[in-house]
């Protein structure tokens, strides 16, 4: 079964089905969002291009009651990040949202898996997981998957390189305290220290450290100039459903429960992990380096503030 159920059809939503409708792995999607006509309209658009789409999919807006037979339900419902606003400001207001969800998701039966991508996601994923009582595998955050992806872009640029021969991830949170893990970062199969002692430039290190900034700041600059991110969220969240659809097992940067890995526990954070038709198989613990391991935990610390109320 290859169906999934979008819950919240605003421009995040929206970009994602649109990125599943073009990709065409899908066999069905149904559009749910508590603007019936809303979902409606965008179902309507939608199916009004299956005569240029790669595969006949069926598009339908619906009700939590087709959450039932889903492989996926992907919530991106809730409010939306305004400018100057950051994600973790979002928290109250938004768990009411998810947990709200949730309940209605799991009354109709649903037995497959969550794909989160309301913000904070990393905390709105914990409250799916806790509201849902699904195991923690089968409850996922899009995290860092869109931050990395930026990442290797920017160093392809840097470096004059195709983004997809940069192997490098953000972790942590999925917001202010992310950080990059320089020190298993590699181009090709070469080290990126080794790639930057080659090239012998002395301003490499202080422009990657731009890049960084870059980076995590992206949807400050994205929404002060066009109100909104979304087709960049919705092409990474499309990466993640096509990983469990597909039973990939690829290594993504997703945010999942963390018990015990990285020297936390009880807490959702993006780290790598292994991703298959179960959801997060394995997560992967990289050897950090003492100053990233600093990092990794303030980020911690910072989501565990930020959700008190709810973590």
Same mark, same amino acid.
């Given at each position: =079964?290859?169906?999934?159920?979008?819950?919240?059809?605003? &421009?995040?939503?929206?970009?994602?089905?649109?990125?599943?409708?073009?990709?065409?792995?899908?066999?069905?999607?149904?559009?749910?969002?508590?603007?019936?006509?809303?979902?409606?309209?965008?179902?309507?658009?939608?199916?009004?291009? =299956?005569?240029?789409?790669?595969?006949?999919?069926?598009?339908?807006?619906?009700?939590?009651?087709?959450?039932?037979?889903?492989?996926?339900?992907?919530?991106?419902?809730?409010?939306?990040?305004?400018?100057?606003?950051?994600?973790?400001?979002?928290?109250?207001?938004?768990?009411?949202?998810?947990?709200?969800?949730?309940?209605?998701?799991?009354?109709?039966?649903?037995?497959?898996?969550?794909?989160? &991508?309301?913000?904070?996601?990393?905390?709105?994923?914990?409250?799916?997981?806790?509201?849902?009582?699904?195991?923690?595998?089968?409850?996922?955050?899009?995290?860092?998957?869109?931050?990395?992806?930026?990442?290797?872009?920017?160093?392809?640029?840097?470096?004059?390189?195709?983004?997809?021969?940069?192997?490098?991830?953000?972790?942590?949170?999925?917001?202010?305290?992310?950080?990059?893990?320089?020190?298993? &970062?590699?181009?090709?199969?070469?080290?990126?220290?080794?790639?930057?002692?080659?090239?012998?430039?002395?301003?490499?290190?202080?422009?990657?450290?731009?890049?960084?900034?870059?980076?995590?700041?992206?949807?400050?600059?994205?929404?002060?100039?066009?109100?909104?991110?979304?087709?960049?969220?919705? =092409?990474?969240?499309?990466?993640?459903?096509?990983?469990?659809?597909?039973?990939?097992?690829?290594?993504?940067?997703?945010?999942?429960?963390?018990?015990?890995?990285?020297?936390?526990?009880?807490?959702? =954070?993006?780290?790598?992990?292994?991703?298959?038709?179960?959801?997060?198989?394995?997560?992967?613990?990289?050897?950090?380096?003492?100053?990233?391991?600093?990092?990794?935990?303030?980020?911690?610390?910072?989501?565990?503030?930020?959700?008190?109320?709810?973590?």
């Amino acid at each position: =079964m290859r169906k999934v159920v979008l819950v919240g059809t605003g &421009a995040v939503g929206t970009a994602y089905a649109y990125s599943l409708i073009n990709q065409g792995f899908i066999t069905e999607l149904v559009l749910v969002d508590a603007n019936e006509e809303k979902a409606q309209g965008e179902a309507m658009d939608l199916i009004h291009g =299956m005569a240029f789409a790669s595969a006949n999919i069926r598009v339908k807006h619906g009700d939590f009651d087709d959450c039932k037979d889903a492989a996926i339900v992907c919530i991106t419902a809730g409010a939306n990040q305004k400018p100057g606003e950051t994600r973790l400001q979002l928290v109250e207001k938004n768990a009411k949202i998810m947990q709200s969800i949730t309940r209605e998701v799991v009354m109709s039966g649903f037995d497959g898996i969550f794909l989160i &991508a309301s913000n904070p996601v990393d905390i709105m994923s914990y409250v799916c997981q806790k509201e849902s009582g699904f195991p923690p595998s089968k409850v996922i955050g899009s995290g860092t998957t869109l931050d990395t992806a930026r990442f290797k872009v920017l160093l392809g640029e840097y470096l004059e390189l195709d983004p997809r021969n940069v192997h490098a991830v953000i972790i942590g949170e999925h917001g202010d305290s992310e950080l990059p893990v320089w020190s298993q &970062a590699s181009i090709g199969t070469e080290h990126l220290d080794k790639v930057l002692k080659r090239r012998g430039k002395r301003d490499d290190i202080s422009n990657l450290g731009k890049i960084f900034i870059r980076v995590r700041d992206a949807a400050y600059e994205i929404i002060n100039r066009k109100g909104v991110t979304n087709f960049g969220i919705g =092409m990474a969240l499309a990466r993640i459903t096509k990983a469990i659809l597909n039973n990939e097992h690829s290594i993504l940067p997703v945010s999942c429960l963390l018990d015990g890995t990285y020297g936390q526990r009880d807490i959702y =954070m993006s780290v790598p992990a292994v991703v298959n038709r179960h959801g997060v198989k394995e997560i992967i613990e990289l050897d950090l380096h003492e100053n990233e391991k600093s990092l990794f935990e303030k980020s911690a610390e910072s989501l565990r503030e930020a959700g008190k109320t709810v973590l």
